[in-house]
Each structure stands twice: as structure tokens, then as C-alpha cells.
């Protein structure tokens, strides 16, 4: 097909095997609500997280309750410290039990109902899906460090808008990356999505630039361009990520859309200070939290938020197709608590 390679979904004979792990780590997208319920989503998402966190503070009780006392306010302070949503968030979650209780006996519902609530304060922000353009395509350019779960991100973005009857191109332009490139088209087959490739090494910003003209071209509605994980300097980065927005909004005045930063959640706060040149870079618009299953400091939202100043849109939940869900503050904070045995 020339310069625009068009992937059909797999058939039979497609060499290429089927596998239940998707490259890259794996996960890969679909808002299928059906299937299980969001909340249920979010609940074996955060197992991890969940257990930790609940295991913890329930240990600090004993049957008849707990003075809140320093010793207990200590411990609490540790067991938050440990999820990774870093030392002010948890002073403050500490500081309001300290506040509420202090002097007093206490039973666990007690102190959980008090954290919850401080956490739904800390984390506050409404449901921000995807903002679509009023016209022609919606262009969405993607950031990230590489292993992040940037390139199964996209994927899954890819199909949760092919699931909505979307029709959607996608532009490899992490071309300094074999394997970038080789993912995505893989990505792009499976899930029936078509892709703009360039040449190894080659200009990021011209592929950003077919693949935005292909959309407009054939009447796509969704536009999706992969960006480079890593370059030499910073300098080269922001000159780059620039330099695709620029050829992106000469073809679409408002494009890109969205910018969103895609954070692995295991990586913690390494993951921030490694994040934020493409943040201050990009001008981003969102950040997508991937493999938020995978970690039991799921407590990393909070810093992320407060430190880049945007909001979480979606999160990576596991390695199923539908595990792609919009962040919710309050399903993920009662998921967090919830009984482990509790229904849908």
C-alpha cells in the first residue's frame, strides 16, 4: 500500500501465533463494562495494593480496638510510607486520624472510614476520558520512558475506541527502536487498527506527519502517535516532541488533542523524576498509569498528580483486554478497602 501499511485483524493464517501475553508486558484495551463491572475491575486490579495496605492496618488492632496513641499514629505513618504515595500525603492521612481519634479507642471501621476519606480528598479529580476533536480526526500523541507500557497503552487506547465503532490509524514514531516499531505493528494486526511506519532511525515527526495525513485522508476518527522512550539529551527530546506537535497542528489546527504520559506504576518514584522532562517537553494533557496491577505501592497516584499537576485518565489493571479503565477517585479508593469476597 505504499508509504501507509494497512494491518487487518489475524485470521488463520496469519503466522503470527496468538498469545495470552501481549508484547511488552502485556495489557491491551476495551471499555467491556459487561464482562466483569468496573468496580470489579478495579478491585482484582489492586489486589496487590489492597492487600498490603488493608493486612497492615489491620494488624495494628487488636479485638477489643486501639488507643490512638503516638505509637499507633507512628505505625500507620509507616504502613502508608510503604505504598509509595510518599511522606506528605501520608503525614497528612496520619495527621487527620491523629486529629479525629487522638486519646480514644478506636475500631479499625473507624480509622479505615478516616483514611478513605482523606485519600479521596488528596486524590480529587473528575472522570476525564479522552477529549475528541468537534471535527475530523482526534489525534492523540503518546509519551513515556521506554518499558513504561507505552506501546500496550496505545494498543489498548486503539481498541477501546475500535470497540466504540471508532476507526482508528496509528503512527510508529519511536523509530530509534526496532522493537517499537515491530510491537506496534504487531499491536496494530491484532486488534485491526491501520499503521504508519518510517524508517528505522528516521524522522519521528515525518511519520507523525503521514500518519496525521492518513487519518484526515481517509476519514479516520482517531489518530494515535507513538513517540520515542529515550533520547541522548533532553535538549534533542523537547526539540523532537515540539517538532511533532508542530507538523500534527499544520495538518489539524487543534491536533495534538491530547498529550498523555504514560507512568509505570511499579516504578514508583523513579518513575516520576524520570517522567518529567516528557511532561514540561510534551505539554501533556493526562497521564495513563500502566501496570498498576502489578505493584503493591499503588499509593504512587498521589505524588504523580500533585507533582505533574494533571489528571489520571486511565489505568492499567491487568492483561486482559478490557483492563483499560478511566480512573474513577472513589471506585479505586472503596476497591482499595474492599472485602476480598465481596461481590460485583
Given amino acids: 500500500m505504499g508509504l501507509f501499511d494497512r494491518f487487518k485483524p489475524r485470521t488463520p493464517d496469519d503466522p503470527t501465533p496468538p498469545s495470552s501475553t501481549p508484547p511488552e508486558g502485556g495489557d491491551a484495551p476495551a471499555p467491556e463494562e459487561p464482562r466483569t463491572g468496573i468496580f470489579t475491575r478495579f478491585r482484582q486490579g489492586l489486589k496487590k495494593y489492597s492487600d498490603l495496605l488493608n493486612t497492615d492496618i489491620r494488624d495494628l488492632f487488636k479485638r477489643e480496638g486501639r488507643l490512638v496513641d503516638d505509637e499507633f499514629l507512628g505505625a500507620l505513618f509507616a504502613i502508608l510510607v510503604r505504598t509509595d ?11 487527620r486520624v491523629r486529629d479525629d481519634f487522638r486519646g480514644r479507642r478506636v475500631e479499625l471501621a473507624d480509622v479505615l472510614a478516616s483514611v478513605k ?22 489525534v492523540v500523541m503518546v509519551v513515556g520512558v521506554n518499558g513504561s507500557g507505552k506501546t500496550t497503552t496505545i494498543a489498548k487506547l486503539a481498541h477501546m475506541f475500535m470497540q466504540d465503532g471508532k476507526r482508528v490509524v496509528l503512527g510508529a514514531g519511536d523509530t530509534f527502536r526496532a522493537a517499537a516499531v515491530e510491537q506496534l505493528t504487531i499491536w496494530a494486526n491484532r486488534v485491526g487498527a491501520e ?25 479516520a476518527d482517531v ?3 507513538d513517540t520515542a522512550g529515550r533520547l541522548q539529551t533532553q535538549v534533542n527530546l ?16 487543534e491536533a495534538p488533542h491530547e498529550v498523555l504520559l504514560v507512568l509505570d506504576a511499579t516504578a ?8 518529567r522532562g ?15 496491577d502489578g505493584t503493591a505501592k499503588g499509593g504512587v497516584v498521589i505524588p504523580i498528580q500533585r507533582q505533574f499537576q494533571l489528571p489520571v485518565k486511565y489505568v492499567g489493571l491487568g492483561e486482559k483486554p478490557d483492563d483499560l479503565a478511566l480512573f474513577d477517585v472513589n ?14
Fill in 85 to 95: 504515595m510518599g511522606q506528605g500525603p501520608a503525614s497528612e492521612i496520619r495527621d
Fill in 117 to 138: 476519606e482523606t485519600l479521596r480528598q488528596q486524590m480529587a479529580q473528575d472522570c476525564v476520558p479522552i477529549k475528541m476533536a468537534e471535527s475530523g480526526p482526534t
Fill in 195 to 219: 499503521i504508519v511506519t518510517g524508517k528505522q532511525g528516521g524522522d519521528p515527526a515525518s511519520v507523525a506527519h503521514r500518519a496525521v495525513a492518513h487519518a484526515v485522508e481517509t476519514n
Fill in 223 to 225: 489518530c494515535i502517535v
Fill in 238 to 253: 523537547m526539540q523532537q516532541l515540539e517538532k511533532i506537535r508542530r507538523v500534527a497542528s499544520k495538518l489539524i489546527a
Fill in 268 to 275: 514508583g518514584q523513579n518513575g516520576i523524576s524520570q517522567a
Fill in 278 to 292: 516528557f511532561s514540561e517537553a510534551a505539554g501533556c494533557t493526562g497521564i495513563v498509569l500502566a501496570k498498576l
Fill in 331 to 344: 471506585r479505586f479508593v472503596d476497591a482499595l478497602f474492599s472485602d476480598d469476597d465481596a461481590g460485583t
